[in-house]
């Protein structure tokens, strides 16, 4: 399965930066005391990964949950170096912005979005997932349709400080009753640790999908039946009875032909066929037309085409620039290209001193923030130009249409001369045709009568075929949801089974010394069989939690975690100092948990430990790769000079 790994964690705006050293597999500790930004850091990771971080939005109502250096400064973004099964991918996110850019190891670029709605690019989470083998699926709650996205999976990759202890969950971005429901988090947890658990509720969505389809196929079924209740007999017995009425017509139609061999009147005919010849010539002229339409129609089509080629290359070039633009700076005009003293400029003058002449003056360097907009405005103009192919396509679709109808009329026109003129020999226009006529008029609303008979039989058959077709299916899709289901569900009492084991042996061992501990069928810690612990039990419970999800990645190899945990102060709720260091050390019992054999190697993984200065065992100090003070001034932004 997946494996996930923070490299390096960059900021960078105009008046802060931060870079961070490189981070490594296993066990990294970044320390500081309060307000020195050690939970920063951590903030950088979610943003960059696509999730939403308050402290960063401006919030005029609230300003102490602003970040203020980060809301304040501009053209700033995250940049993280990370990598998934060993490919490296670098990830660039501006702040305030729905677009992460990801560039690839050959060097290209790829712009995604962050949020769904109104998005026309691919989405950042469905593509973090895809690397990960996480399929994306959706829950229908009701009415409601719920995408599974990176961010739901973090909610159990991310120790936060923000969300209560007495809670497991990472709280999610946009906490409401769906978000943060039951169904929810169960399918956080089995997407996880259950492996099948994706497979499982994408049959379920589509199971559910056509069960849906199936109740409408139905519905329409039920409705017509109603609209129409005489409709007794079958589309075949209805076809015979016209058949019948058609012979019939076909023997009066003879019967009025011999008739009127009788008579003949060739003037009023030949007038009549000349009106008819000057029809087809107009008509033969705006087949022409038409047809010289259509060719001038598809050359421009194809000129905007090609101007439409021209346009994405050009944001393809501007996201590549926007993502490398920071490496392109290669000169400070505060400082002379030349001997790097300080220029003291003269406004409106250039740096050699001469004056700047606004006509002939071009600039071509730009901010981040500029070439976004650029970014935007060249969308804007990519969007206008595909309206124009679809103008152009919409008037072909309509010159198409008006070509085929017109040849269609010259067909008509042809074969009526061909009749008229075949039709010279007959006339006739006696008290006899007329009574044919007649009973030709009756059997032509008979006639008329079934075929709107047959249609309505015809409709019917499609109903009851539509139906059926989605019946057998949603059968077939039930049986193999209930298969699934079964193997489903005996995995997750594995699953259950073995996360306790582990779970069971953090807990006894953890400053909780619990006697018991286990999940119940929700996926809950129940502790000591719910006996009442002082709230400072909250930590050690949810953190061993975190190690035992991570434990189980590491021991069983087709479980989808990605085998990182980002676990930010948790010396929360109470917790005394030599309590919590006992507690950050039993993750080696959970690294030892992990092998299925005692001499097995451990495969790679990736703990990111944010905590309070000496806050951490002795033997991890080898692990620690930020120190931040605020004592000392030492904090994690730093302003540029």
Not at 151 to 165: A, G, I, K
Not at 323 to 340: R, V
Not at 597 to 622: A, M, V
């Amino acid at each position: 399965m997946g494996n996930l790994i923070i490299k390096k964690v960059n900021y960078s705006g105009d008046k802060y930066f931060f870079e961070s050293p490189e981070f490594s597999q296993g066990i990294n500790i970044i320390e500081g005391d309060n307000g020195s930004g050690k939970s920063t850091l951590s903030y950088f990771i979610e943003f960059g990964l696509g999730g939403k971080v308050k402290y960063f939005i401006r919030n005029d109502k609230k300003q102490d949950e602003e970040y203020k250096q980060i809301v304040n400064d501009k053209n700033n973004y995250i940049e993280l170096i990370i990598s998934v099964d060993s490919i490296e991918y670098k990830l660039k996110r501006f702040i305030n912005k729905n677009d992460i850019f990801v560039t690839f190891t050959n060097g290209n670029v790829r712009q995604f979005c962050v949020n769904r709605v109104g998005c026309k690019e691919a989405i950042f989470s469905d593509w973090l997932l895809d690397k990960l083998n996480i399929k994306r699926f959706e829950l229908s709650l009701g009415e409601v349709s719920w995408y599974f996205n990176f961010s739901d999976v973090f909610r159990l990759l991310n120790y936060d400080q923000d969300t209560e202890p007495r809670k497991i969950f990472k709280t999610p971005n946009n906490e409401n009753f769906v978000s943060d429901s039951t169904v929810i988090r169960t399918s956080i947890f089995e997407t996880l640790m259950g492996t099948s658990s994706d497979e499982y509720f994408l049959k379920m969505n589509e199971l559910n999908e056509y069960k849906l389809k199936r109740k409408e196929a139905q519905y329409i079924l039920d409705e017509f039946n109603k609209m129409n209740p005489n409709l007794k007999s079958t589309l075949e017995v209805v076809r015979i009875e016209e058949e019948m009425l058609m012979e019939q017509m076909n023997k009066l139609l003879d019967s009025r032909t011999s008739y009127q061999k009788e008579h003949i009147n060739v003037g009023e005919k030949f007038k009549n066929i000349e009106a008819k010849k000057s029809e087809l010539i107009q008509l033969q002229i705006l087949d022409s037309e038409n047809k010289i339409n259509k060719k001038n129609l598809e050359i421009e089509k194809n000129k905007i085409e090609h101007l439409l080629r021209v346009q994405e290359n050009e944001i393809d070039s501007i996201i590549k620039t926007i993502s490398t633009h920071e490496k392109l700076n290669l000169f400070d005009f505060a400082l002379c290209p030349f001997c790097a003293n300080e220029i003291k400029r003269e406004d409106k003058k250039c740096i050699c001193g001469s004056n700047i002449d606004e006509s002939n003056y071009e600039k071509f360097l730009y901010d981040s923030s500029e070439y976004q907009e650029i970014l935007k405005h060249k969308h804007k103009s990519l969007e206008t130009i595909k309206s124009a192919i679809q103008a152009y396509d919409d008037d072909l679709v309509k010159l198409i249409a008006q070509i085929e109808q017109n040849l269609k009329n010259i067909e008509e026109l042809n074969l009526y001369l061909k009749t008229a003129i075949g039709s010279f020999e007959y006339s006739g226009n006696s008290q006899m045709i007329d009574d044919i006529d007649n009973k030709i008029g009756k059997v032509k609303e008979e006639i008329v009568k079934y075929k709107e008979l047959i249609d309505l039989y015809i409709q019917k058959e499609k109903y009851e075929k539509e139906f059926k077709n989605k019946d057998d299916l949603y059968k077939s899709l039930l049986k193999e949801f209930n298969s699934m289901k079964i193997v489903y569900n005996a995995n997750n009492e594995m699953i259950i089974k073995n996360f306790n084991k582990i779970y069971n042996q953090l807990m006894t061992l953890s400053s909780c010394k619990s006697t018991s501990a286990m999940i119940d069928e929700e996926y809950n810690p129940y502790i000591d069989d719910g006996d009442y612990r002082e709230k400072s039990a909250s930590v050690p419970k949810r953190m061993m939690y975190y190690f035992t999800l991570l434990s189980m990645a590491l021991k069983y190899k087709d479980i989808k975690h990605p085998k990182f945990l980002l676990m930010d102060t948790p010396e929360a709720a109470g917790i005394d100092e030599d309590h919590l260091t006992d507690n950050i050390k039993l993750f080696n019992n959970a690294l030892e948990l992990s092998k299925n054999h005692p001499n097995d190697k451990i495969s790679s993984f990736q703990f990111i430990l944010t905590t309070g200065i000496n806050k951490y065992p002795k033997e991890y100090e080898e692990f620690v790769k930020l120190r931040f003070n605020k004592k000392n001034g030492d904090f994690i932004l730093k302003e540029k000079q």
